[in-house]
């Protein structure tokens, strides 16, 4: 029988994503086949899964990341329910990898039986191929407010009977309150599915904290299974929630500096991931609020909501910041939604991302966008004309993208002409995301600008961290006692 267990945090950005990742790595390191899942996820950080049939679809990243740490394919069954916020009261649906639809905050209670019988359905096939499945949660079963529409936390560990490890984060204080707090309002039903729990982001000695975790079993009876330090790999690793980017450093002293304005929509910022991790690149990621700084190159990210996005980005004045960088010979680049606004227009005749169907763009490339209902999604391995250099990514878009500095595409994918690029070659984007995570690519990338790249290669980077991670918890927690807790 296929055992499972969920880790359920307190709150947001606690750590679940990263413990199931270092989780399933211990599993598989003690010969278990692993298996991560997510019934629902709200994130407009996606990547490519496979579907019914061997078709593309898309899941959360955090998932993609699981997946890796357990060394399978990706499978749309891991996030059998993906949301993606396109406004601040509604979000795309895709289920079983698929676009399915949108719907606002206020109605969603409505959805819960068709989105629930497709977590089961995922989940049921989940666990044929498995001798352990490690679930995350999301948000906290502490939301008691949503309990009747919930298919996230507690929701689906009661349905499908799986106990549930509960994570608070010590780090943002008060974990004794909100470990105890959470035991306090549950309903008995949701209380009798906690096993236990853990304390992350923990610095400083360990051993000053016993008296915390004592508190904590005696306000909760619920046993402790260890108190996770603060883990450095963890910045090498894909983010899921783009909350933390607010805690992003804010610059140092590389010798290259990009800008990243921190659109309300923002989208697959892990692109920027293989730069970051440079030694020799500082990677801004500039808040709302805030001018664009004086750097070398700007890059405007992904959006789930490109014409909502650039009127969020006048609003705070960052178009006059990005005319007077080009007007100065700066370099600006465009992933995905950032290439659309790049041209002059993009129209939405359907009304795919929201209510305004047409707006101008910053007009720094001769190129028109049109959104499309039907999505974009496919792996890619693509030749980079500009560097002469292979790499890889993703595909995950609506539009498509037409006009004259398309005739100067930027990278060849499966043999096709991808991206624009102008005339003096300063502004250009691409559809292309991953496209850093290329070795060769990222280093005549840099070298371009004055940069030598460091000799390390980003993908085994990722490993060695999910490595690192997985023996950090074997040494800090009972794993023996949370293998054994799952039934």
Same mark, same amino acid.
């Given at each position: 029988?296929?055992?499972?267990?969920?880790?359920?945090?307190?709150?947001?950005?606690?750590?679940?994503?990263?413990?199931?990742?270092?989780?399933?790595?211990?599993?598989?390191?003690?010969?278990?086949?692993?298996?991560?899942?997510?019934?629902?996820?709200?994130?407009?950080?996606?990547?490519?899964?496979?579907?019914?049939?061997?078709?593309?679809?898309?899941?959360?990243?955090?998932?993609?990341? $699981?997946?890796?740490?357990?060394?399978?394919?990706?499978?749309?069954?891991?996030?059998?329910?993906?949301?993606?916020?396109?406004?601040?009261?509604?979000?795309?649906?895709?289920?079983?990898?698929?676009? *399915?639809?949108?719907?606002?905050?206020?109605?969603?209670?409505?959805?819960?039986?068709?989105?629930?019988?497709?977590?089961?359905?995922?989940? $049921?096939?989940?666990?044929?191929?498995?001798?352990?499945?490690?679930?995350?949660?999301?948000?906290?079963?502490?939301?008691?407010?949503?309990?009747?529409?919930?298919?996230?936390?507690?929701?689906?560990?009661?349905?499908?009977?799986?106990?549930?490890?509960?994570?608070?984060?010590?780090?943002?204080?008060?974990? =004794?309150?909100?470990?105890?707090?959470?035991?306090?309002?549950?309903?008995?039903?949701?209380?009798?599915?906690?096993?236990?729990?853990?304390?992350?982001?923990?610095?400083?000695?360990?051993?000053?904290?016993?008296?915390?975790?004592?508190?904590?079993?005696?306000?909760?009876?619920?046993?402790?299974?260890?108190?996770?330090?603060?883990?450095?790999?963890?910045?090498?690793? /894909?983010?899921?929630? *783009?909350?933390?980017?607010?805690?992003? /450093?804010?610059?140092?002293?590389?010798?290259?500096?990009?800008?990243?304005?921190?659109?309300?929509?923002?989208?697959?910022?892990?692109?920027?991931?293989?730069?970051?991790?440079?030694?020799?690149?500082?990677?801004?990621?500039?808040?709302?609020?805030?001018?664009?700084?004086?750097?070398?190159?700007?890059?405007?990210?992904?959006?789930?909501?490109? =014409?909502?996005?650039?009127?969020?980005?006048?609003?705070?004045?960052?178009?006059?910041? =990005?005319?007077?960088?080009?007007?100065?010979?700066?370099?600006?680049?465009?992933?995905?939604?950032?290439?659309?606004?790049?041209?002059?227009?993009?129209?939405?005749?359907?009304?795919?991302?929201?209510?305004?169907?047409?707006?101008?763009?910053?007009?720094?490339?001769?190129?028109?966008?049109?959104?499309?209902?039907?999505?974009?999604?496919?792996?890619?391995?693509?030749?980079?004309?500009?560097?002469?250099?292979?790499?890889?990514?993703?595909?995950?878009?609506?539009?498509?993208?037409?006009? /004259?500095?398309?005739?100067?595409?930027?990278?060849?994918?499966?043999?096709? /002409?991808?991206?624009?690029?102008?005339?003096?070659?300063?502004?250009?984007?691409?559809?292309? $995301?991953?496209?850093?995570?290329?070795?060769?690519?990222?280093?005549?990338?840099?070298?371009?600008?004055?940069?030598?790249?460091?000799?390390?290669?980003?993908?085994?980077?990722?490993?060695?961290?999910?490595?690192?991670?997985?023996?950090?918890?074997?040494?800090?927690?009972?794993?023996?006692?949370?293998?054994?807790?799952?039934?």
């Amino acid at each position: 029988m296929t055992r499972a267990m969920m880790l359920q945090g307190t709150g947001s950005d606690v750590g679940k994503t990263l413990l199931v990742a270092g989780l399933c790595r211990v599993a598989l390191r003690r010969g278990m086949k692993v298996r991560p899942f997510k019934p629902q996820n709200m994130s407009n950080n996606a990547a490519i899964a496979i579907g019914e049939n061997g078709a593309p679809g898309e899941i959360g990243r955090a998932q993609w990341l $699981h997946a890796r740490a357990c060394k399978v394919t990706p499978s749309v069954d891991m996030n059998p329910v993906l949301l993606k916020p396109q406004s601040d009261v509604g979000a795309q649906i895709v289920i079983h990898g698929r676009m *399915a639809g949108e719907a606002a905050a206020r109605n969603f209670g409505a959805q819960k039986e068709r989105l629930m019988t497709a977590v089961m359905q995922s989940w $049921h096939r989940l666990r044929k191929d498995a001798d352990l499945v490690i679930v995350e949660g999301a948000g906290s079963p502490a939301e008691i407010n949503l309990r009747d529409r919930d298919i996230a936390n507690m929701g689906f560990a009661t349905v499908a009977d799986v106990p549930v490890i509960l994570v608070g984060d010590i780090d943002r204080g008060g974990v =004794i309150a909100s470990i105890a707090g959470t035991h306090l309002i549950l309903p008995d039903e949701d209380r009798r599915m906690i096993a236990g729990f853990i304390v992350n982001k923990f610095r400083g000695e360990l051993s000053l904290f016993g008296d915390g975790l004592a508190a904590i079993e005696r306000f909760t009876g619920w046993r402790s299974f260890g108190v996770v330090p603060w883990l450095k790999e963890a910045a090498l690793l /894909p983010a899921e929630d *783009a909350v933390v980017l607010d805690r992003a /450093p804010r610059g140092g002293k590389g010798r290259l500096t990009v800008a990243v304005p921190m659109l309300s929509r923002i989208a697959n910022f892990d692109d920027l991931d293989p730069l970051r991790a440079e030694p020799d690149v500082d990677v801004v990621f500039v808040p709302p609020g805030r001018p664009l700084p004086p750097v070398e190159i700007i890059v405007l990210p992904g959006s789930k909501s490109t =014409i909502a996005d650039l009127a969020f980005l006048r609003a705070q004045g960052w178009d006059r910041n =990005i005319a007077r960088h080009h007007a100065e010979g700066g370099i600006i680049i465009g992933l995905c939604g950032g290439l659309q606004m790049l041209g002059r227009n993009v129209r939405d005749p359907n009304g795919t991302e929201g209510p305004e169907r047409d707006a101008p763009g910053l007009g720094l490339l001769d190129v028109e966008t049109t959104l499309e209902p039907n999505k974009t999604l496919r792996e890619a391995t693509a030749r980079s004309l500009r560097h002469d250099s292979e790499t890889s990514g993703y595909e995950i878009h609506l539009g498509r993208t037409t006009g /004259p500095d398309c005739g100067r595409p930027v990278f060849e994918i499966d043999g096709a /002409p991808d991206g624009a690029s102008s005339i003096d070659g300063r502004v250009w984007g691409t559809y292309l $995301h991953g496209l850093f995570t290329g070795d060769a690519f990222r280093r005549r990338f840099l070298a371009e600008h004055g940069v030598e790249a460091s000799p390390f290669g980003f993908e085994q980077r990722i490993d060695d961290a999910l490595d690192a991670i997985a023996e950090a918890l074997e040494t800090h927690l009972d794993c023996d006692g949370l293998l054994a807790a799952a039934r």
